[in-house]
T-cell receptor, first 116, second 109 residues
Framework: DAGVIQSPRHEVTEMGQEVTLRCKPISGHDYLFWYRQTMMRGLELLIY????????DSGMPEDRFSAKMPNASFSTLKIQPSEPRDSAVYFCASSPWENRASYEQYFGPGTRLTVT | TQLLEQSPQFLSIQEGENLTVYCNSSSVFSSLQWYRQEPGEGPVLLVT?????EVKKLKRLTFQFGDARKDSSLHITAAQPGDTGLYLC?????????FGTGTRLKVLA
């Protein structure tokens, strides 16, 4: 299995531009998570989906952020317009969630976003 | 508000030494996980503990979940350079995991 695939691995953009991050979860996993990691705030959950439906987006920082999952094998996280404070590493993770008491998340390699 | 505090934040030790990393919270969690993250990669799950007082061993790593399910520890015996990385604990609440502040470990050869 190729694992969770994210693209691009690195993105440098100017303030005000639209940024789209992409994720392909592991086949057969019902849950998909988007996280953001910074030195100051650590790893934060932004949003997660179950069977392509957004379940909890309480971590999305503001309206400039949006996420979609049009099918079971693809998700996007969009920032429009981007700001320097959005600079971070964004991770996508997926999970089969077979056990409600606990579940294993498989993380992708991340996208390092720099907004200048 | 950071629900999970890890200590120490940074740790640099010599190969062969023992160490313990702590994960503390005032909140109760249904389960707790430990991850290791290497530079340029995503976190990788090491263990999940679900029962208060539970102890799990993974080779030289020993994980313990506190009796009240509010804290956890990770003990590494005879650390090796390959143990170098960022160690993250994550507490499970209402179907999602909240990650701790992280402990950055460096093991010198």
């Amino acid at each position: 299995d190729a694992g969770v695939i994210q693209s691009p691995r690195h993105e440098v953009t100017e303030m005000g531009q639209e940024v789209t991050l992409r994720c392909k979860p592991i086949s057969g996993h019902d849950y998909l998570f988007w996280y953001r990691q910074t030195m100051m705030r650590g790893l934060e959950l932004l949003i997660y989906f179950n069977n392509n439906v957004p379940i909890d987006d309480s971590g999305m920082p503001e309206d400039r952020f949006s996420a979609k999952m049009p099918n079971a094998s693809f998700s996007t996280l969009k920032i429009q317009p981007s700001e320097p404070r959005d600079s971070a590493v964004y991770f996508c993770a997926s999970s089969p969630w077979e056990n409600r008491a606990s579940y294993e998340q498989y993380f992708g390699p991340g996208t390092r976003l720099t907004v200048t | 508000t950071q629900l999970l505090e890890q200590s120490p934040q940074f740790l640099s030790i010599q190969e062969g030494e023992n160490l313990t990393v702590y994960c503390n919270s005032s909140s109760v969690f249904s389960s707790l996980q430990w991850y290791r993250q290497e530079p340029g990669e995503g976190p990788v799950l090491l263990v999940t503990v679900v029962t208060g007082g539970e102890v799990k061993k993974l080779k030289r790593l020993t994980f313990q979940f506190g009796d009240a399910r509010k804290d956890s520890s990770l003990h590494i015996t005879a650390a090796q350079p390959g143990d170098t990385g960022l160690y993250l604990c994550a507490g499970g609440r209402t179907y999602k995991y909240i990650f701790g502040t992280g402990t950055r470990l460096k093991v010198l050869a």
